[in-house]
């Protein structure tokens, strides 16, 4: 792991936090990344570590990757994704007043927002946007769509920008890449069918929710059944997310109960959930504080020093250091 | 494979809106099915070798080799190549033409 933006140390922990055992490890490095990703957030959490009160603004890059011109989704579009989502990790949605009683104590405003980057990497002014037409009739989950040279747009810098791509993906809605990844390939990638909530967006995929579930993993939140087929044994490393069998589809009926987790239930309404997009509509204070687990290391460089200052203050340097 | 793999070998992809009692339906891959955030994938090769299309935890479908036998009831055997994980077995429900339903076994 890297010394984060603002001269800290490497916050490596020697805790015992399991990787879970269905990450994609395929490279020694980014499996190494990621235990020291997981210790650093179970020693933050153990220690209590200070929550961030100030709201962090990620620069976002839309790479729009298109052959056909029904795909090349409008600025219009884009922005209302945008919009989606700051009121999503703001708990802002309007739909928020669905949640069922017993889970808003659970709701959390995570005070992140989003914005269209305003400066390329070259220090130009910028849209935010990159167009590229393509050969490419469609894109799988290989991380083609990321490189020019496969037909895709190339990232921008992984630490100044999330990435954010938008093509004919088929047949996934979206994909991501977890914090510690390689910095070419990180960021998200949502179908056009899938992105904002007008244009080409179709129901029930309609509402700009599948962003907000990459980009919930882009901020190394986990699915809420624990990735571990339909059992009961998996965990998001997350206490105030209910454990649940497998992933929810559709747009539920509360209660729905699995793996003993009555009288309430599975939590289907979390973005971090399978549901339709207009059946989910919260981020949990779990959830946040592991994002802000993120935000404090792999993604620090998004987040001022001051800031990011007060997310260590206090913190012992036992746990800040191997 | 023998005669009662007939039916079986394919592109499959689970309806998930057709399951009843417990069984998975699935359609060929190709199959008019509504959109979803997943949908399990299983390619039953002809010359006995599969791929699982698993769901990933960064919502991509990392994909699973190994060999597949038609053992009686019939039921299907999936022994894959990694061989720290452990072999599958399920019951082969209805086997038709466009239609394949299956159920897992302990």
Same mark, same amino acid.
């Given at each position: 792991m890297s010394t984060p933006e603002g001269g800290r140390p490497a916050?490596?922990?020697?805790?015992?936090?399991?990787?879970?055992?269905?990450? *994609?490890? %395929?490279?020694?490095?980014?499996?190494?990344a990621r235990a020291a990703i997981e210790n650093t957030t179970f020693a933050r959490r153990n220690a209590r570590a200070p929550r961030r009160r100030e709201v962090v603004t990620i620069p976002v890059v839309v790479h729009v990757v298109y052959q056909q011109e029904a795909h090349n989704v409008s600025d219009e579009q884009i922005a209302s994704q945008i919009t989606v989502l700051?009121?999503?990790?703001?708990?802002?949605?309007?739909?928020?007043?669905?949640?069922?009683?017993?889970?808003?104590?659970a709701v959390a405003d995570t005070? *992140?927002?989003?914005?269209?980057?305003?400066? #390329?990497?070259?220090?130009?002014?910028?849209?935010?946007?990159? &167009?590229?037409?393509?050969?490419?009739?469609?894109?799988? #989950?290989? #991380?083609?769509?990321?490189?020019s040279s496969r037909g895709g747009s190339d990232a921008?810098?992984? $630490? &100044?920008?999330?990435n954010l791509w938008v093509c004919n993906l088929v047949p996934w809605l979206g994909y991501a890449q977890f914090p510690g990844g390689p910095a070419e390939t990180d960021g998200v990638v949502v179908a056009y069918h899938a992105f904002g909530n007008t244009g080409t967006a179709t129901a029930p995929f309609n509402l700009g929710r599948t962003?907000?579930?990459? *980009?919930?993993?882009?901020?190394?939140?986990?699915? *809420?059944?624990?990735?571990?087929?339909?059992?009961?044994?998996?965990? #998001?490393?997350?206490?105030?997310?209910p454990n649940a069998a497998?992933?929810?589809?559709?747009?539920?009926?509360?209660?729905?109960? %699995?793996?003993?987790?009555?009288p309430n239930g599975d939590m289907f309404m979390n973005f971090m959930d399978y549901t339709d997009d207009r059946a989910m509509?919260?981020? %949990?204070?779990?959830?946040s504080e592991r994002m802000d687990a993120a935000l404090s290391?792999?993604?620090?460089?998004?987040?001022?020093?001051?800031?990011? $200052?007060?997310?260590?203050?206090?913190?012992?340097e036992s746990v800040m250091r191997t | 494979m023998n005669a009662t793999a007939a039916g079986l070998p394919g592109d499959w992809v689970h309806a998930r809106e057709e399951d009843t009692g417990g069984a998975k339906v699935y359609r060929p891959w190709g199959h008019p099915l509504p959109p979803s955030r997943w949908r399990h994938r299983i390619e039953l090769r002809p010359d006995g070798s599969y791929v699982d299309h698993r769901l990933g935890a960064d919502d991509r479908s990392p994909r699973a080799r190994g060999h597949w036998t038609v053992e009686p009831g019939p039921r299907i055997r999936l022994r894959p190549d990694d061989q720290g994980e452990p072999a599958r077995t399920l019951e082969v429900v209805a086997a038709e033409p466009g239609r394949l339903v299956l159920k897992d076994l302990p």
């Open positions: 916050h490596h922990w020697c805790g015992t936090m399991p990787v879970h055992h269905q990450m *994609i490890a %395929t490279r020694p490095d980014y499996a190494i700051n009121q999503d990790f703001r708990a802002a949605n309007p739909d928020v007043s669905q949640v069922p009683a017993p889970f808003r104590p005070l *992140i927002e989003f914005a269209l980057a305003g400066t #390329d990497p070259a220090g130009q002014p910028t849209s935010g946007i990159v &167009r590229r037409r393509t050969g490419q009739a469609q894109f799988g #989950d290989d #991380d083609a769509v990321k490189f921008w810098p992984a $630490d &100044r920008y999330l962003a907000t579930h990459e *980009i919930g993993h882009w901020l190394n939140l986990r699915h *809420i059944w624990g990735d571990d087929g339909d059992a009961c044994s998996g965990d #998001d490393f997350v206490a105030d997310t497998g992933p929810n589809f559709g747009a539920p009926t509360f209660p729905s109960v %699995t793996c003993g987790n009555g509509f919260m981020f %949990t204070n779990g959830q290391q792999v993604r620090a460089s998004f987040v001022a020093k001051k800031v990011l $200052d007060g997310m260590w203050a206090g913190v012992a | -």
